[in-house]
């Protein structure tokens, strides 16, 4: 189904890391619609024959490389670390830079940078609403004095395998649901950003990393991926819980992170955005 405007000119997107979301991101823009080039895409080493980059795309090794591509946007789905060195070269040559991987900014002065560049540039720093839900409902509401916002993660434990929740609790004998964090967003993101990289989305809508309560809990009773997002404040109150279906390739992340990150990407091609 198409839904590229002949009217308007095909945009020209980089993507920053090949991996399992990336793949699924390109893998649905390409479905959907004809209006969106994939013409780099950016990894650490090389890619080898068959690797899957979208025909025609140019490997980027090092970010300076986009300065001769000129993209209209640039993807980071590369992890943290690829945030704030892609970040700088993107918005130094992009309009648009979209950040995937949130928990870097639980750094403040990687945030700070990104921000005073984009300022500098005039391009625009955007994040995708990851697995969560009513992000714009609490952006809108924080235009108010909020007075709490809490964000509780509730995974399978096998989700929270390889992380640091195998140092604090059993996750092979668990018979229970068991809050294994409880702390601010900040700490959160930072100390598990393969699972509470959304933590830093929601501090960044309402009130900050620091007043954002997030608790981190392990269910073996559960096989989504749950978030439950709570706010109250000026606005009044906000309740929003969201089950997502785990990512086939990484169960860490959930299917809804590459859908809104397909859709914040075609909404730059539609004549209305949502």
Same mark, same amino acid.
């Given at each position: 189904?198409?839904?590229?405007?002949?009217?308007?000119?095909?945009?020209?997107?980089?993507?920053?890391?090949?991996?399992?979301?990336?793949?699924?991101? #390109?893998?649905?823009?390409?479905?959907?619609? /004809?209006?969106?080039?994939?013409?780099?895409?950016?990894?650490?080493?090389?890619?080898?024959?068959?690797?899957?980059?979208?025909?025609?795309?140019?490997?980027?090794?090092?970010?300076? /490389?986009?300065?001769?591509?000129?993209?209209?946007? @640039?993807?980071?789905?590369?992890?943290?670390?690829?945030?704030?060195?892609?970040?700088? #070269?993107?918005?130094?040559?992009?309009?648009?830079?979209?950040?995937?991987?949130?928990?870097?900014?639980?750094? /403040?002065?990687?945030?700070?940078?990104?921000?005073?560049?984009?300022?500098?540039?005039? %391009?625009?720093?955007?994040?995708?609403?990851?697995?969560?839900?009513?992000? /714009?409902?609490?952006?809108?509401?924080?235009?108010?004095?909020?007075?709490?916002?809490?964000?509780?993660?509730?995974?399978?434990?096998?989700?929270?395998?390889?992380?640091?929740?195998?140092?604090? @609790?059993?996750?092979?004998?668990?018979? %229970?649901?068991? @809050?294994?964090?409880?702390?601010?967003?900040?700490?959160?993101?930072?100390?598990?950003?393969?699972?509470?990289? @959304?933590?830093?989305? %929601?501090?960044?809508?309402?009130?900050?990393?620091?007043?954002?309560?997030?608790?981190?809990?392990?269910?073996?009773?559960?096989?989504?991926?749950?978030?439950?997002?709570?706010?109250?404040?000026?606005?009044?109150?906000?309740?929003?819980?969201?089950?997502?279906?785990?990512?086939?390739?990484?169960?860490?992340? %959930?299917?809804?992170?590459?859908?809104?990150?397909?859709?914040?990407?075609?909404?730059?091609?539609? #004549?209305? #955005?949502?």
């Amino acid at each position: 189904m198409t839904h590229g405007g002949s009217g308007r000119k095909p945009l020209r997107l980089a993507i920053v890391g090949w991996g399992a979301i990336a793949r699924r991101v #390109a893998d649905l823009l390409q479905e959907r619609n /004809d209006n969106i080039t994939v013409i780099g895409i950016a990894t650490r080493n090389a890619p080898q024959q068959g690797s899957g980059l979208p025909e025609g795309a140019r490997w980027l090794s090092a970010p300076d /490389d986009l300065r001769d591509l000129a993209p209209d946007l @640039v993807v980071e789905a590369a992890g943290r670390a690829a945030v704030e060195p892609w970040g700088l #070269a993107s918005l130094r040559c992009a309009p648009g830079f979209v950040v995937s991987s949130t928990s870097a900014f639980s750094d /403040d002065t990687v945030l700070q940078r990104l921000v005073d560049e984009a300022e500098r540039c005039g %391009s625009q720093i955007l994040i995708p609403s990851g697995a969560l839900a009513g992000l /714009d409902a609490l952006a809108a509401a924080s235009r108010l004095p909020l007075e709490s916002v809490t964000h509780r993660i509730i995974k399978p434990p096998r989700a929270w395998k390889s992380t640091p929740a195998e140092g604090l @609790v059993d996750l092979d004998t668990l018979t %229970s649901a068991h @809050v294994f964090f409880h702390g601010s967003a900040r700490e959160a993101a930072s100390r598990f950003p393969a699972n509470a990289n @959304v933590a830093a989305i %929601s501090a960044l809508a309402g009130i900050g990393f620091e007043r954002t309560s997030v608790a981190l809990v392990a269910d073996p009773a559960t096989t989504q991926n749950c978030h439950h997002l709570t706010a109250r404040g000026d606005f009044g109150t906000l309740n929003v819980m969201i089950e997502n279906r785990p990512f086939a390739a990484n169960p860490k992340s %959930s299917e809804l992170t590459a859908l809104s990150l397909g859709r914040l990407i075609e909404s730059k091609t539609r #004549a209305i #955005a949502i």
